[in-house]
């Protein structure tokens, strides 16, 4: 088990930029959650999908930021004309029954 | 809304000292609480939970209560070990698994050997 997989690890745009973030659950897992990190802010809960449909997106920014989860096995965060303060760690993560498993993060950085 | 208030930023610590980060929620309903811990270039993981006021969850050393009384889940270990610096997140959910945490901002704890 590998665990949660995120892919890159480092990312960084230019300002105004697309950047599209990849994650692939755990195998079997139900839920799959995105969230950011960042000094200021902490953690910030963005959006979850559960059995591949959208359940709550109340974090999300409601411009430039979106989400999908095409299959079980990946979800992807794109955002759009990324802005210098979008610059964060961004956490994917899955979960089954109870316990919540992070993957690394991506680190975007946007210049 | 719903939310989580840890006390300390920081905390620093020696070797084998007693340790205690403060956690208060404020819920409209009965929430789960958690405890993860975030090592450098980590996600946050699991490191217990509680369900039920009175209810001690527990992992590594580390230990909290469910006090539906006082909002509280504190997190305590009685020996710190210099391997223990991380950051520790206390986080509520509601309805079991498959749902969002929301999470406090954070403690980073750092112990000198």
């Known amino acids: 088990n590998a665990g949660v997989i995120q892919t890159p690890r480092h990312k960084v745009t230019g300002k105004g930029q697309e950047a599209t973030l990849w994650c692939e659950p755990i195998s079997g897992h139900s839920a799959v959650f995105w969230y950011r990190q960042t000094i200021v802010q902490g953690l910030e809960f963005l959006t979850y999908?559960?059995?591949?449909?959208?359940?709550?997106d109340s974090g999300m920014p409601k411009e430039r930021f979106s989400a999908q989860m095409p299959n079980q096995s990946h979800s992807t965060l794109k955002i759009q004309s990324t802005q210098p303060q979008d610059s964060a760690v961004y956490l994917c993560?899955?979960?089954?029954?109870?316990?919540?498993?992070f993957g690394k993060g991506t680190r975007l950085t946007v210049v | 809304g719903d939310s989580v208030t840890q006390t300390e930023g920081q905390v620093a610590l020696s070797e084998e000292d007693f340790l205690t980060i403060h956690c208060n929620y404020s819920?409209?309903?009965?929430?789960?609480l958690f405890w993860y811990v975030q090592y450098p270039g980590e996600g946050p993981q699991f490191l217990f939970r509680a369900s039920r006021d009175k209810e001690k969850g527990s992992s590594r050393g580390f230990e909290a209560t469910y006090n539906k009384e006082a909002t509280s889940f504190h997190l305590q270990k009685a020996s710190v070990q210099e391997s223990d610096s991380a950051v520790y997140y206390c986080a509520l959910t509601y309805g079991g698994s498959g749902n969002k945490l929301i999470f406090g901002t954070g403690t980073l704890l750092s112990v000198k050997p």
């Open positions: 999908f559960r059995n591949q449909a959208p359940i709550d």
């Open positions: 993560a899955s979960s089954l029954l109870g316990e919540v498993f």
């Open positions: 819920a409209s309903g009965y929430p789960a």
